[in-house]
């Protein structure tokens, strides 16, 4: 990046830290000055607190959060109804949550073009089909034949592969990161579109600010715009305390055309790729679609697409296989998926638990963070129980110390179950990926945490019967070569540690 860059970027990002501080600053004087108005204020944010503990008690949520914001507004009377306020209701506007009904009951009826695989599934997955079932019948996301699926492992041989992809584009080209950052990995890319949308090929980034905030310079869209980029940020970030800023587009798609689309948990930066060195080696995972399914992930972009821009799509128009019938034929069902915040649907860890629900032999795990709720933490130990091999795989050099403390303090009970731990031992395992019993397997942007299986924009692949599958497992055990095991003695602390674990897991769920 510049200097020039660099400048306006810095600009821009202290105004806004600048007024939060402020904001924050004049509330807190407000509470604490000793005046008759400080009073009153004080005395009416701690009815507040009295009223919205109740109110949290009685919802309908995760019992974590419930104990977790109890706790808070008791141990702070004043600030604890405040900060659930500012922290637990920066949801989406109701404008947003309305776009994005519109959006996804256009889309719906076209997931399912040319037509339905759920027969052939229900023949031929036998005690797996209940999982195609929940995904397409209750959230809408229908599984696909005549797919091929490609697996990769690390970064660097997902580039590869996407960039001859991309140079093949004739129509379009589809892309919506969490974050982009200019480099290496950023520039080979940018390269290609340049030459794409100069040759008439429609090419749009959808990019999250919050996961750019300190990375892109604010002027970067006159950049996208000069190279004949459609762009949109993704609901931008203000300087206000009360705005929406925990919903974050957290999803990794690439569609090429609708015939070809990537998705994983690989950002659009450098580490990404190792091309520089951030937190050790950086092992992450992507799959590749080349069929009918590939048209999901574009779907799931348009809607994305829609609701950022305040258009109005003919998502029809992108259809790739209306003229020309798909080719690509594979053995096994593809079944991609998304996930909302802004439903009642935790679709992305309802996919994690039915996998260790059905699982009788293995089930693999790889998670950049493990910090999960009781439900969570009861199927992977009871699947473990049942005689299951459960292994996980987390990283050994931390991004986050505090997050990965908390991850670590998981350990121990799921040791104790017979759950075997591993951590990666050359660096940061970042892969979103399960695989169990060599027929089911799932790749996508979901972590183990509570901010990606219940606050976050999520998607993922869901695999079954398909070569991919036996990839992503070969891969995991090629992974355990070089990831040192975790035992029940390494997790032994002492009583001043147990205690700071305990208070990180109470706080986890606003991590």
């Known amino acids: 990046m510049n ?278 080696h950086w092992k992450d995972s992507a799959i590749m679609l080349r069929g009918k399914a590939a048209w999901s992930l574009t779907l799931m972009f348009l809607q994305m697409w829609e609701i950022s821009t305040h258009t109005d799509e003919d998502y029809r128009q992108y259809y790739p296989w209306e003229d020309t019938p798909c080719s690509h034929f594979q053995n096994g069902f593809v079944q991609p998926y998304a996930d909302s915040p802004m439903d009642k649907e935790n679709v992305g860890e309802h996919v994690y638990l039915q996998i260790l629900n059905q699982a009788r032999d293995y089930v693999y795990i790889n998670t950049p963070y493990l910090i999960v709720d009781d439900s969570m933490v009861s199927a992977l130990t009871l699947t473990a129980k049942r005689g299951v091999d459960v292994r996980i795989v987390t990283p050994h050099i931390w991004d986050k110390r505090i997050v990965h403390m908390t991850t670590r303090s998981y350990y121990r009970d799921l040791i104790q179950a017979g759950i075997k731990i591993y951590e990666y031992r050359d660096g940061f395992m970042h892969s979103k990926t399960f695989v169990s019993d060599n027929r089911i397997a799932t790749v996508g942007t979901t972590n183990l945490d509570f901010r990606s299986l219940y606050l976050h924009f999520e998607c993922g692949v869901l695999m079954f019967d398909n070569a991919a599958i036996q990839e992503v497992k070969e891969d995991f055990l090629q992974t355990l070569e070089i990831c040192q095991p975790v035992t029940e003695k390494d997790c032994r602390a002492n009583f001043l540690t147990r205690l700071f674990q305990d208070i990180l897991r109470l706080f986890a769920p606003i991590m």
């Open 3 to 280: 200097k020039k860059w660099f400048r306006t970027l810095f600009r821009r990002r202290m105004l806004i830290i600048l007024l939060l501080i402020i904001q924050a600053g004049v509330l807190l004087y407000l509470i604490t000055s000793g005046s008759r108005l400080s009073h009153i204020i004080s005395n009416l944010l701690t009815v507040l607190s009295a009223l919205i503990a109740l109110h949290i008690i009685a919802k309908r949520d995760k019992g974590a959060y419930k104990t977790t914001w109890v706790f808070l507004i008791l141990l702070f009377p004043i600030f604890g109804g405040l900060l659930y306020l500012l922290f637990l209701f920066q949801s989406p506007t109701r404008k947003m949550e309305i776009q994005l009904e519109k959006a996804e009951e256009k889309a719906a009826p076209l997931f399912f073009l040319p037509g339905s695989s759920r027969e052939a599934a229900k023949q031929k997955l036998g005690s797996s089909f209940p999982q195609v079932r929940y995904l397409e019948d209750f959230v809408g996301f229908p599984v696909y034949e005549d797919t091929e699926t490609h697996y990769y492992s690390p970064g660097e041989k997902m580039l590869e592969a996407l960039i001859p992809e991309l140079e093949k584009a004739e129509r379009y080209i589809f892309l919506e990161f969490f974050i982009v950052q200019d480099g290496i990995m950023w520039g080979r890319i940018l390269d290609v579109l340049r030459q794409k949308a100069a040759h008439g090929v429609k090419v749009r980034l959808l990019y999250d600010d919050i996961g750019c905030f300190l990375i892109l310079p604010s002027n970067y869209v006159k950049q996208l715009e000069s190279f004949g980029i459609e762009y949109s940020v993704f609901n931008p970030f203000r300087p206000v305390l009360t705005v929406a800023q925990n919903n974050r587009d957290h999803r990794k798609i690439i569609s090429i055309d609708g015939k070809v689309a990537f998705t994983g948990g690989i950002n659009l930066a450098d580490e990404y790729i190792n091309a520089i060195e951030k937190h050790g």
